[in-house]
């Protein structure tokens, strides 16, 4: 499953010379935490809504409301943004982009294409999406798990038994992971 089918698109953005006020009212009116930060349209940084937490003013600050709506019209995006920006292809799977952000610790990332141009965003929760989608765990059933032993069409004999009953099945998972030599866990879902 390609990033492409699940990014959201298009990336809503901000350029680099807006004041963090715009950018403030861009992630509220769209409900989103990261905003791309962009330099005549090519990806310069990300704004997150940590980096907004980070530029805002203390509850101790002893400004009045009117200075402090002042300066953040002052603050630019360049000024607050992270530059250094881990980008996932479009054509990168699920999995791979899963594992972008799990090593990085970030909860979404900007999408690019062949030509590096911004052309989405996946977060966490479209990735979650996808998985929900993948293994049918939206459409509810049963969920049954195996520990079958690693042969040519081991898995074919359970698919045919399911059919034989007239069964239909949702998804198959299969890994090695946490399996003894010669066997595999199988995830069915019914």
Not at 87 to 103: G, S
């Given at each position: 499953m390609l990033i492409r089918y699940w990014m959201r698109?298009?990336?809503?953005?901000?350029?680099?010379?807006?004041?963090?006020?715009?950018?403030?009212?861009?992630?509220?009116?769209?409900?989103?935490?990261?905003?791309?930060?962009?330099?005549?349209?090519?990806?310069?940084?990300?704004?997150?809504?940590?980096?907004?937490?980070?530029?805002?003013?203390?509850?101790?600050?002893?400004?009045?409301i009117h200075e402090l709506l002042y300066l953040i019209t002052k603050i630019k995006a360049a000024s607050i943004m992270t530059r250094k920006v881990h980008?996932?292809?479009?054509?990168?799977?699920?999995?791979?982009?899963?594992?972008?952000?799990?090593?990085h610790k970030i909860s979404g990332a900007p999408v690019v294409n062949d030509k590096g141009r911004l052309v989405g965003v996946i977060t966490q929760t479209d990735i979650f999406r996808a998985t929900l989608y993948i293994t049918g765990l939206e459409k509810r059933g049963v969920h049954v798990a195996l520990l079958l032993e690693d042969t040519p069409g081991s898995i074919m004999q359970i698919v045919n038994l399911v059919r034989e009953y007239e069964g239909r099945m949702a998804s198959i998972l299969s890994t090695y992971e946490k399996a003894p030599a010669g066997y595999r866990r199988v995830y069915l879902r019914f």
């Open positions: 698109q298009p990336a809503i953005t901000v350029d680099r010379k807006e004041s963090l006020q715009d950018a403030i009212h861009l992630m509220k009116e769209h409900h989103i935490r990261r905003l791309p930060v962009t330099d005549k349209g090519a990806l310069c940084g990300i704004l997150t809504d940590r980096d907004v937490k980070r530029a805002s003013a203390s509850d101790a600050t002893t400004l009045d980008t996932i292809h479009q054509d990168w799977t699920i999995e791979e982009a899963a594992a972008l952000l799990l090593t």
